[in-house]
């Protein structure tokens, strides 16, 4: 091949890179912001955040007993059902505010306690939510801790299911 026609391949390879690397340069339009603008989030509440906890007991405290899963009568004081269910005192049915002034004292008192979420409806159409203490695995447990809310805080409650 002639010099003549290698040094013209030479040079369009070297202007056909050239337009490869530029070419993208100036056609690319670095005033387009990148990243998030708009979030379907929600933002943080601005109320105390309060769950239901499911205990874990300590080992021995629940045994196995006799019948499947380990369950006994609900009325005996052995231990409940597998499925670490239990038992808890109901202190109140109160609006919102309420509710939440109870659940403070009690545990600034140094109860367990606290609030369930899913508000019941009262005749009045009004919500009211629950304000309980607990849970506690033996039934026993948790008559002796509605006798001590009764006793020390003048609380009357009554003993339900837990969860």
Do not use: C
Not at 64 to 92: C, E, N, R
Not at 97 to 112: E, Q, S, V
């Amino acid at each position: 091949m002639e010099q003549r026609h290698k040094e013209r391949l030479i040079g369009a390879v070297v202007l056909l890179l050239l337009a490869v690397i530029l070419i993208p340069l100036a056609l690319d339009d670095t005033r387009v912001e990148r990243g998030i603008k708009t979030t379907n989030i929600p933002p943080p509440p601005d109320t105390e955040f309060s769950t239901r906890l499911t205990p874990i007991p300590a080992p021995g405290e629940v045994a196995s007993g006799a019948g499947p899963a380990g369950a006994t009568d609900a009325a005996s004081d052995g231990p409940v059902a597998a499925d670490l269910s239990g038992w808890v005192v109901q202190v109140g049915s109160l609006s919102r505010k309420n509710a939440d002034a109870l659940n403070d004292r009690l545990r600034t008192a140094g109860y367990r306690s606290y609030i369930v979420d899913e508000p019941v409806t009262a005749a009045d159409g009004s919500a009211l939510y629950q304000v309980r203490v607990g849970p506690e695995v033996l039934r026993s447990e948790v008559e002796a801790l509605r006798d001590e809310l009764k006793k020390k805080l003048d609380l009357d409650g009554f003993i339900v299911d837990y969860p």
